[in-house]
């Protein structure tokens, strides 16, 4: 017996810096992580996207390792500057061609493309020209998403403005640790998030206007969810205030702030009020703009911590115990995270839902009989899925999975420390192994989610 519905679709992602290499290939402009690689001291060991898992040149390849663990769906970003190499003008009809073939091997291997337009390669040429904060940027990038869905909209159906707005604002604007490595006031950093989700409210409207068929177009937020520690009504309500507040510590990284606009057009006012006059400067009609309606929401939601009801309700955050399971990353294994993180933004926003990205990083390495044993991924992943199914069972519209990520491949500041793929890339030789999550993973989707349940 299993909660997922028939049309659940079964997939895995990845993003273009992170695995196609050839950076300086067939015509492609830099990207402010091109640049940022070079700067030393910024990426773990000195490490770069320059070859990656070379999946520019290995597709065909990759695409065979999709069909082989029976992905019915597979999310992969586009680099703007391999299609526009100075962000905006002439188009590289070679970069976009890398795409369309691409898109052709997805179709006929029966994998369906899951466009996401911007996963943090943003051009450096436009980065010389104020990036984000300068206004123009929600332009710059509507007009990119136009020239994509024109070439590719005849066979992409579902599409994503951006990924994880708050990640590439936050770090690679206030904090520095992402590209371009600015640490900026916050008066800039909510400029440069107002422009971002303007774009992303641009971007939707050329989507629409450009595909040549019916489309579904959402974004790829991140969320935290908030844990209530035990399911009294009180923790409950206190666990999906503290999703839902835009407080001082983690202003930034608040999901109101980001979410409220997109869905409600509108900042939330506790936000508001705490940024005071570092708000966002917004001109008439932004709002309106970011607000367009959205097919679906898609979240990457990997870890969450434990919230309990205070006096009068307030909520308490609640420490993982010592010794609490962690994966190589140091992140905490939350698997509840994918019951009330789903089921407190469906509650709030009433959007149909992905999961777009989620995984774990773990120490995989080729076994002496050649096989990549990962059995933390099998067990991180089931309780994860199993919790999703919990939120199918209550009412959650939950149309799909996309599992993080299809290889290991670079993790941006930890260079390729981290592995978060089902297949394992030997970066000398860039041989491909399937870990045996991907055969686990395989059997789930086979049996759509009915093996989650074997043994239990
Ligand atoms: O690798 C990243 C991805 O690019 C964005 N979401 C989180 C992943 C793991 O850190």
């Known amino acids: 017996m299993t909660h997922f519905p028939p049309s659940f679709v079964w997939g895995a992602a990845a993003a273009s810096y992170q695995i196609e290499g050839a950076a300086t ?9 091109d640049m940022l690689c070079r700067k ?10 320059d070859v990656a898992c070379d999946h520019y040149h290995r597709y065909p390849e990759d695409v065979a390792l999709m069909r082989k663990i029976g992905l019915q769906a ?7 500057p391999r299609v526009l190499p100075d962000g905006v003008g002439k188009v590289n009809p070679a970069g976009l061609g890398f ?16 466009a996401t337009l911007f996963h943090w390669d943003f ?23 136009r020239v994509v869905v024109e070439a590719l909209g005849d066979r992409v159906r579902d599409w994503m403005t ?36 303007l774009a992303h409210g641009k971007a939707v409207q ?64 506790d936000g508001l009020r705490l940024f005071g006059a570092a708000a966002p ?70 959007v149909p839902l992905f999961i777009t990205e989620n995984g774990l990083a773990n120490a995989d390495w080729v076994s002496l009989d050649g096989a990549v044993h990962d059995p933390q991924r099998i067990d991180f992943t089931r309780r994860y899925l199993l919790a999703l199914e919990r939120a199918i069972a209550d009412g959650v519209d939950m149309r799909g999975y996309f599992h993080w990520s299809l290889m290991d491949n670079f993790e941006w500041a930890n260079g390729y420390r981290e592995r978060f793929g089902l297949v394992f890339v030997d970066y000398a030789t860039q041989q491909r192994v399937l870990k045996d999550s991907a055969r686990w993973y395989a059997e789930v989707i086979a049996s759509n989610g009915a093996k989650l349940h074997e043994g239990l």
């Open 25 to 33: 290939e067939d015509g492609k402009g830099p990207s402010i992580w």
């Open 281 to 350: 400067p917004i001109q008439p009609g932004d709002m309106e703009t970011i607000a367009q309606p959205l097919d679906f929401c898609g979240f990457n939601i990997y870890q969450g911590s434990g919230v309990q009801a205070g006096p009068q309700g307030y909520p308490i955050s609640v420490p993982h115990p010592v010794g609490y399971p962690k994966t190589s990353f140091n992140w905490p294994v939350t698997p509840e995270v994918l019951y009330w993180g789903p089921r407190f933004m469906y509650e709030r926003y009433g």
């Open 40 to 49: 030393p001291g910024a990426i773990w060991e000195g490490h770069s996207g």
């Open 99 to 114: 795409y369309d073939r691409l898109v052709d091997s997805l179709l006929e291997a029966g994998v369906a493309p899951y």
């Open 206 to 269: 050329a989507i629409r206007a450009a595909s040549p068929g019916p489309c579904r177009v959402g974004w790829a937020p991140t969320t935290f969810p908030m844990i209530p520690v035990t399911e009294s009504p009180e923790d409950i309500a206190a666990a999906r205030m503290a999703m839902f507040s835009v407080v001082e510590e983690f202003a930034i990284w608040s999901n109101t702030w980001w979410l409220d606009p997109v869905f409600f057009g509108r900042y939330p006012e």
């Open 74 to 80: 597979y999310r992969f970003s586009i680099s703007w």
């Open 162 to 197: 951006l990924n994880e707005i708050r990640v590439f604002v936050g770090m690679g604007h206030l904090d520095g640790e992402h590209a371009p490595g600015d640490k900026l006031g916050m008066p800039e950093v909510l400029r440069v998030g107002h422009h971002a989700m």
């Open 123 to 145: 051009p450096y040429a436009l980065y010389c020209r104020g990036g984000w904060l300068n206004r123009d940027s929600a332009d710059w990038f509507a007009d990119y998403a």
